[in-house]
């Protein structure tokens, strides 16, 4: 089953302006990771926020966690053509065993030079 | 750095053969991951894997298997290979522990069933 879904499933900005993107989950988790891809490549792991943080910040990204709406934005500022990507959330539950992660659908990010 | 290796980029099987992917991690991690990829749907788990000889389903298991016979080497079966199993396959792996770490990802590998 899908646990996490990205909110909006495109987004197409200028070089420059700030990128928000959205992830809703449906239980409870350990924490809460944000991924990108590049096109047709593996993923990379850009941060992980815990349960029990709020926010959390690394050189130009910036998420939020609000465990009472089940739900996580990451922020990139001053967004760069080269941040062009696809970008994921992935949870890890509780109970489950092996550190599973479930991922979202994602969300592409085009930055426009 | 942690390398996680597919052993191909592109495969091209015809419908009814057994199909073999690898996956090589040098870091040690205790857990291992199989991942299809494909548009609209995100990633959608296989099979992982959380020590040698030790397997779980994941979500969409069906028309797969696995097989962890030493711990830096996990294998994705397609027993029959089907149309429906044309897609992106992600290897994944992590060091294990609290979930507190992130997972590491091979290059992937898109495999077209003729």
């Known amino acids: 089953s899908q646990q996490g879904e990205e909110d909006p499933q495109a987004l197409s900005i200028q070089e420059g302006e700030n990128a928000t993107m959205n992830c809703s989950y449906k239980t409870s988790i350990n924490n809460l990771q944000w991924y990108r891809q590049n096109s047709g490549r593996g993923l990379v792991h850009l941060i992980l926020?815990?349960?029990?943080?709020r926010e959390k910040h690394s050189g130009r990204l910036r998420v939020t966690l609000d465990t009472s709406k089940k739900s996580s934005s990451l922020l990139i500022t001053a967004a760069r053509a080269a941040d062009t990507a696809s970008y994921f959330c992935?949870?890890?539950?509780?109970?489950?065993?092996?550190?599973?992660?479930?991922f979202g659908t994602g969300t592409r990010l085009a930055v426009r030079p | 750095d942690v390398k996680v290796t597919q052993s191909s980029r592109y495969l091209v099987k015809r419908t009814g053969e057994k199909v073999f992917l690898e996956c090589v991690q040098d870091?040690?991690?205790?857990?291992m991951f199989w991942y299809r990829q494909d548009p609209g749907l995100g990633l959608r788990l296989i099979y992982f894997s959380y020590d040698v000889k030790m397997k779980e389903k994941g979500d969409i298991p069906e028309g797969y298997s696995v097989s962890r016979e030493k711990k830096e080497r996990f294998s994705l079966i397609l027993e029959s290979a089907s149309t429906n199993q044309t897609s992106m396959y992600l290897c994944a792996s992590s060091f294990g522990g609290d979930g507190t770490t992130e997972a590491f990802f091979g290059q992937g590998t898109r495999l077209t069933v003729v």
């Open positions: 926020i815990r349960s029990n943080e």
């Open positions: 992935a949870t890890d539950a509780p109970e489950s065993s092996g550190d599973k992660l479930t």
């Open positions: 870091m040690d991690h205790e857990n």
